[in-house]
């Protein structure tokens, strides 16, 4: 029934949960990772909330109050603007297709 029409439209509000993680000996929420999923995101033109959460590692993405991606905020490429970055792509794709 549903086909490309259904998906997430243009300027969704994305919710973009991160927790602290461990660098040079000290754990710390860090936004540096985040740069490259933010740049995609905004990019298709959604608009970003950054909220810190106290899960280590962590990186969460809600749209509509529903978890629709997940990751080790590690896993992440390290600044950026997130084009050549495999999860990144996975995230986009992931808001695009939620509803």
Same mark, same amino acid.
């Given at each position: =029934?549903?086909?490309?029409?259904?998906?997430?439209?243009?300027?969704? =509000?994305?919710?973009?949960?991160?927790?602290?993680?461990?660098?040079?000996?000290? $754990?710390?929420?860090?936004?540096?990772?985040?740069?490259?999923?933010?740049? /995609? +995101? +905004?990019?298709? !033109?959604?608009? /970003?909330? +950054?909220?810190?959460?106290?899960?280590? %590692?962590? $990186?969460? &993405?809600? /749209? %509509?109050?529903?978890? /629709?991606?997940?990751? %080790?905020?590690? #896993?992440?490429?390290? !600044? !950026?603007?997130?084009? &050549? #970055?495999? =999860?990144?792509?996975?995230?986009?794709?992931? $808001? =695009?297709?939620?509803?």
């Amino acid at each position: =029934l549903c086909s490309y029409t259904c998906a997430m439209p243009r300027n969704a =509000l994305v919710t973009l949960k991160f927790g602290p993680y461990e660098s040079c000996g000290m $754990v710390e929420h860090r936004k540096y990772r985040l740069q490259g999923l933010r740049a /995609v +995101l +905004l990019a298709d !033109g959604h608009e /970003v909330v +950054l909220e810190e959460i106290p899960d280590w %590692n962590s $990186v969460e &993405l809600i /749209v %509509n109050g529903e978890n /629709v991606f997940r990751c %080790n905020i590690k #896993d992440l490429d390290f !600044g !950026g603007d997130g084009l &050549l #970055d495999p =999860l990144c792509e996975e995230a986009r794709k992931a $808001v =695009l297709n939620a509803y």
